[in-house]
């Protein structure tokens, strides 16, 4: 394959393009995030998120902090700026380098003097040293001799919610400056608990060039050194910027001497040496993750750029962070986790990267904490982990928000869409089932599925006149509904949660009695509660219709206005039909897929007619107002045989930031579709699963123009290769193991590679 399947490209320039293309072209480690800030552009949102650095000040929920810019490179021409918004574009390219991780600025600017500059950088946040980063940037003067002015800056008066005037809100404040001379350094705490962020960078010029006459600076919250570089016209010079970044969330030495030694250490080694480091790093990265399709560019394309931005956004030496909505590439949602993580997003990591997988599972078990205490609160027992989480385990949802209209509306999730905990459970099941982590499950995950499962007991309310338990007052994955009764994924899966943790406490006694003995004394859970538990799990009420096929999804949701979808925009995406003088609760139409979604995952539970029959009926009035949806529709398609939506709805999905098919990819990536395309490819046309006598599954099916579909993944640590074609299966591995192709039974021998023709 070219280079060119590679690339993610910006050709022209449009001021209003800018906050897009800074999601699109961020720069990730799983430690940090910057935003594809342009910096020789005045207008954008420049973004530097730091994993787990949070904050509340005066905003109205705890919030992900932008911390402050060492990204600030200004170039002058005498008295002229280089500015792309006030001056004359000759030429322009952006370009992302996902092979590399590398991003490629080529910009030619004529001042309104008529002078002509060439610049060429590249910038690149290291995968190898996660402190680390770095831009390197060739200027050449076309048409002119003279003096170029260098100005490099730390601003540390950037502020969060520069998107709306209400939502403005400054989290650090300024403690220190620094001259390294050379280099400079800027150190600033949050303002709640004092986390303290230091950044610092120093420049050096190549090709024996000399800056001259530097002058250091403090400007309020900006710290600056300026730097003369004399040019000759025609003349290529090479300028470099090393980067380096601690908090106290790393070290408890200094941090100052901490960020001398790295960067003095990365300035000695060379920026050459950290980038051929950090691309070495990519090439092992992509050797797990990468997915070939033949026969579709624009496919390859949008798969790579989901599979990139997602890796990118997780770190596997931190198990106090997790993979927020909008990942390190922007403030939407506050920087909050949600479900898209365990559900999403998780599973990317659990078939390609089990160690990072375990560590978002750790940031669940290590705010366990907060989510007991918001049981308590709500007067529960056990654990209710959050709807949107931060950095303790306490509930963060905002308390009130927009709605389509740009109406303040109540947001009630946090009050009541319980389903979380449940989806928590699911995730780790799924990560034991491909990984045999018996130490995470016996020493981490029981605690958790021991402590949800306490809190549906006390969540559930007998109806005394039907003899059932139910569980009412909630919100499903379909947001639009709320104040439901008996929504069926919730109860479905609660009732599933108790059961799989019934289950796995029988496993955990035959396993390590002592262990298992510990638990319960600490969780204060005896032995004959499990009977009590048993009792309220199978007199949990499941909603289902008469005939068992057609499920409805909440009790009275077939009562609603059933209202018709019958236009779409230009990316396919659903139109608001007319609602008829209804309020949208009050309609059949779903903001995003809930009993389809309960039946991807346990879809063994229910058999092909009855996914089919409701398929069909929930996807026509699905209105897609997520990105989470139309990968799940996706999948789904495929399993019930709607291969020309299912290709469709993958192809959304894999567009959402790339085409901004939701009209908001300014405020930050949208992880869980990043997640939804990988498994659209892997679960859907891959047919990866895995089926109640644990089998690793395939049942594959892959379109017409596609030539073939290759794909990695990693089961109980052997890694597994896939080739799908239109008339053979391949598959090898480093290990033996047991496989089903089409529900017929092969053994996978080590390194033999076994081919499946139909």
Request: aromatic share 14%; with cysteine; glycine share 6%.
């Amino acid at each position: 394959m070219g280079n060119e399947l590679w690339i993610i490209e910006q050709e022209c320039y449009d001021v209003k393009d800018n906050p897009k293309y800074e999601t699109i072209f961020t720069l990730a480690n799983g430690y940090r995030g910057f935003r594809g800030w342009l910096e020789f552009s005045s207008y954008g949102f420049n973004g530097n998120f730091i994993a787990g650095v949070f904050d509340k000040a005066e905003a109205q929920v705890t919030e992900i902090v932008n911390t402050q810019n060492p990204l600030v490179f200004n170039l002058y021409v005498d008295d002229e700026r280089i500015d792309i918004d006030r001056c004359e574009i000759v030429n322009f390219k952006r370009y992302l380098d996902m092979k590399d991780g590398i991003l490629h600025t080529d910009i030619e600017i004529k001042t309104p003097k008529g002078k002509i500059t060439k610049i060429s950088a590249k910038r690149f946040v290291s995968r190898k040293n996660v402190h680390r980063w770095g831009v390197e940037y060739k200027i050449t003067p076309i048409n002119y001799s003279g003096k170029i002015f260098v100005e490099n800056m730390i601003d540390g008066t950037v502020t969060n919610g520069n998107y709306h005037p209400v939502d403005k809100t400054k989290h650090i404040r300024v403690k220190e400056t620094y001259d390294l001379n050379p280099g400079i350094a800027l150190e600033a705490h949050t303002i709640d608990q004092g986390i303290r962020i230091i950044e610092g960078t120093i420049i050096k010029v190549l090709n024996d060039t000399v800056l001259k006459n530097r002058k250091y600076g403090v400007f309020g919250e900006i710290v600056r050194e300026l730097l003369e570089l004399r040019v000759e016209e025609g003349k290529e010079y090479i300028l470099q910027k090393f980067g380096a970044t601690y908090t106290s969330r790393d070290t408890d030495d200094n941090l100052i001497d901490v960020l001398e030694n790295e960067l003095r250490n990365f300035y000695k080694q060379g920026l050459e040496d950290e980038i051929e480091a950090h691309i070495k790093a990519w090439q092992e990265i992509w050797d797990r993750i990468d997915i070939e399709i033949k026969g579709d560019v624009q496919a390859q394309l949008g798969i790579r750029f989901n599979i990139f931005q997602l890796s990118s956004s997780a770190y596997d030496q931190d198990d106090r962070v997790s993979i927020a909505a909008k990942a390190l590439h922007g403030e939407g949602y506050k920087g909050h986790v949600f479900w898209d993580t365990e559900i999403f997003m998780l599973p990317f990591f659990i078939y390609t990267q089990p160690e990072i997988a375990r560590n978002l599972l750790m940031y669940r078990y290590n705010t366990l904490d907060g989510a007991r205490k918001n049981a308590k609160l709500n007067g529960y027992e056990g654990a209710q982990f959050p709807w949107e989480s931060a950095d303790d385990g306490l509930e963060v949802t905002p308390k009130w928000g927009m709605d389509y209209d740009g109406n303040l509306v109540r947001i009630w999730t946090g009050d009541e869409e319980f389903h979380i905990n449940s989806d928590i459970v699911f995730s780790i099941w799924e990560y034991y089932r491909a990984t045999k982590d018996k130490d995470f499950l016996m020493n981490y995950g029981m605690e958790i599925l021991l402590e949800t499962a306490k809190f549906w007991i006390s969540r559930v309310e007998y109806n005394i006149d039907m003899d059932r338990y139910e569980i009412n007052k909630v919100i499903g994955p379909d947001e639009f509904h709320e104040h439901v009764n008996n929504n069926f994924y919730t109860n479905y899966l609660a009732k599933w949660n108790i059961e799989k943790t019934l289950e796995l406490a029988e496993w955990l006694k035959r396993e390590n009695v002592k262990v298992y003995e510990d638990l319960l004394k600490k969780l204060d859970i005896k032995e004959e509660d499990f009977k009590e538990w048993k009792v309220v799990k199978d007199k949990i009420y499941i909603p289902y219709s008469e005939d068992g096929k057609l499920i409805e999804q909440f009790e009275g949701y077939f009562d609603l206005k059933d209202i018709e979808i019958t236009e779409h925009d230009e990316n396919g995406m659903p139109l608001w039909p007319d609602l008829q003088g209804y309020k949208l609760g009050q309609t059949q139409l779903i903001k995003q897929p809930d009993v389809v979604m309960l039946m991807l995952l346990l879809g063994d539970e229910f058999d092909k007619e009855t996914r089919k029959i409701n398929y069909e009926y929930y996807e026509k009035r699905t209105m897609h107002k997520s990105s989470l949806s139309p990968s799940m529709y996706s999948i789904m398609g495929l399993t019930v045989g709607d291969t020309h939506n299912a290709y469709k709805y993958f192809m959304k999905t894999i567009l959402t930031d790339l085409e901004d098919n939701q009209g908001n990819a300014c405020f930050g990536l949208h992880a869980a579709s990043t997640g939804g395309s990988w498994q659209s490819v892997v679960f859907g046309f891959g047919g990866l699963h895995v089926d109640k006598e644990q089998y690793l599954c395939l049942n594959p099916w892959i379109p017409e123009h596609w030539d073939e579909l290759t794909f990695n993944i990693i089961w109980n640590e052997a890694k597994v290769k896939v080739v799908v074609s239109h008339n053979e299966v391949r598959v090898i591995s480093t290990k033996d193991f047991d496989i089903k192709i089409y529900d017929e039974k092969f053994k996978v021998y080590k390194n033999k590679e076994l081919i499946y023709r139909r």
